[in-house]
């Protein structure tokens, strides 16, 4: 609705004149579940501030909240005021004024119904007061704090994960794995096992009990000849997850199963500068240990551990028994495989042949699962999350690996410093929320080991907006995962 009085026009051209920083507009917070309505009172608290006239913005994510309404509350009728609303996706503009200069009192000025969208798969949700500014009764700015609110949306309990202890079997062996939900199970749910590997024997289901969010089971490993890969996977209808136990032969030894790109765990060829994991049995330590520098570059030794490419040492950022954190050479670009050893206190592990690609990207997440929140920073340097969201037209810096070449090429385990950076050999494109985002700077980053890659993007204007906007890279043709997100309003 078009505000219509003189008044309420000048409100808007309010000077920055004696602003105070006292009074605050407070959005309650509710719980509601998903497709239903819910009231939200939002309260001002002047703090004995003259506040006559107010204006603010409510912001919150289409994807949660299918739409939001405003009435005036008590505390703005009562004082002669009318609530005027504008709103757009994701965010609804209002300004509280009236014919007269009465001051507003404490209390609720507006009520807020919120109706969630029935498919959001959010349990929390937050709607954000912003833009929060008051008038005085000369016509004076008072500034006001704005205060979100945090909305508790309970969902149906789903397949959170499985996991498994030891997750590295000697064999024969056996390992105790636990199943678990995001919320408690309203009625008994009854999830199957399996596994491919016809190596491991597990029960054929397993339940969670009402009220519960967890189930145990056992499963068991025969003897295997070489160290190899074990899916086990629970399903309940099209709710499946699954963990990997790496299986041992018996008598130890340093043995390798498989190395996949340590930003989203695929298993498949390498880039040179490519960060990787290698998972395995006997490779270094139990308890782990972190990369060390030596003469300014990452070791190549690490707690008794080397990692061989072809015979040259690479760079170790973390080893442990079953798995090392390692770069590519960028001496194996143009090969088309090399020959990867693991050496643990002078015992060598067999050969494992390893395909050459150009280019393999991964964008690294926030919880190192390999999916959902990106590690991206927003243009301030904050960390992007759903409570710190980037906005269209601003840059974000999205960290990967694997964009293979890079021009001059630097030193195997270098710091990358702020001089001239070297330049991936490929292209490097990005699309965030399915539209290709302008590239302004694609690299290596700065004051990390070389192979981590900086990619600065754009987001595209008129995107659907959300706390989880798929984001994905492309180099040379080649796709990093599709299940990386970032959050944007």
């Known amino acids: 609705m078009r505000i219509k009085t003189q008044r309420a026009v000048l409100f808007l051209l309010l000077s920055s004149v004696g602003f ?88 609720v000025v507006a009520r807020v119904t919120v109706h969630l969208a029935p498919a959001t798969p959010a349990a929390v949700s937050s709607i954000g007061v912003t833009g ?58 009854a999830f199957s096992l399996s596994s491919p590997n016809p190596k491991l024997s597990m029960p054929v289901s397993v339940s969670v009990p009402a009220g519960g969010k967890a189930a145990n089971f056992n499963i068991t490993a025969l003897a295997v000849s070489t160290t190899t890969l074990a899916p086990v996977t629970a399903r309940l209808g099209t709710q499946s997850v699954s963990a990997t136990v790496i299986l041992a032969p018996p008598g130890g030894g340093v043995s390798t199963a498989a190395i996949v790109n340590a ?135 999205i960290y990967a690996t694997g964009e293979g070449p890079v021009n001059p090429r630097p030193a195997d385990g270098s710091i990358t410093g702020n001089g001239t950076l070297p330049k991936p050999v490929n292209d490097v494109t990005v699309s965030i929320g399915g539209t290709p985002a302008e590239v302004s700077y694609a690299g290596p980053a700065p004051a990390l080991v070389a192979g981590v890659m900086q990619v600065n993007a754009r987001i595209p204007k008129g995107i659907a907006t959300g706390p989880a906007v798929p984001v994905m890279l492309a180099v040379a043709g080649f796709k990093s995962q599709a299940d990386v997100t970032l959050a944007v309003q």
Request: hydrophobic fraction near 45%; include cysteine; glycine fraction near 12%.
């Open 20 to 107: 105070s920083q006292d009074a605050v507009l407070n959005l309650a917070s509710a719980s509601g579940t998903p497709g239903s309505s819910i009231s939200l009172d939002l309260t001002l608290a002047s703090s004995k501030n003259a506040v006559a006239s107010a204006q603010w913005t409510l912001n919150y994510w289409p994807v949660d909240v299918a739409a939001v309404s405003l009435a005036a509350g008590p505390a703005a009728t009562s004082s002669g005021k009318s609530l005027y609303c504008a709103g757009s996706v994701g965010a609804v503009q209002c300004v509280l004024a009236g014919m007269n200069s009465s001051v507003l009192g404490d209390g």
């Open 132 to 189: 929060a500014l008051g008038g005085s009764q000369d016509g004076t700015a008072v500034p006001i704090e704005g205060r979100a609110a945090v909305v508790t949306i309970p969902q149906a309990a789903h397949l959170n994960g499985v996991a498994c202890t030891p997750p590295n079997v000697v064999t024969p062996g056996v390992a105790a794995c636990t199943l678990t939900l995001s919320a408690p199970a309203a009625v008994e749910m």
């Open 263 to 397: 930003a989203d765990y695929a298993n498949g060829p390498v880039a040179p500068g490519g960060i990787v994991s290698i998972l395995g049995s006997g490779m270094g330590p139990a308890d782990g240990a972190s990369l060390q520098l030596e003469s300014g570059k990452v070791a190549t030794k690490l707690a008794g551990a080397r990692v061989l490419f072809d015979g040259v040492p690479a760079p170790l950022l973390y080893v442990a028994g079953d798995q090392i954190n390692t770069v590519v050479p960028y001496g194996v670009a143009g090969r088309a495989s090399t020959q990867l050893q693991v050496e643990y206190l002078g015992a060598l592990s067999k050969a494992l042949t390893v395909p050459i690609t150009a280019a393999s990207p991964g964008i690294f997440t926030k919880d190192a699962s390999g999916a959902g929140q990106g590690a991206v920073l927003n243009q301030d340097f904050s960390v992007n999350s759903a409570a710190n969201p980037a906005t269209p037209g601003s840059i974000v810096m």
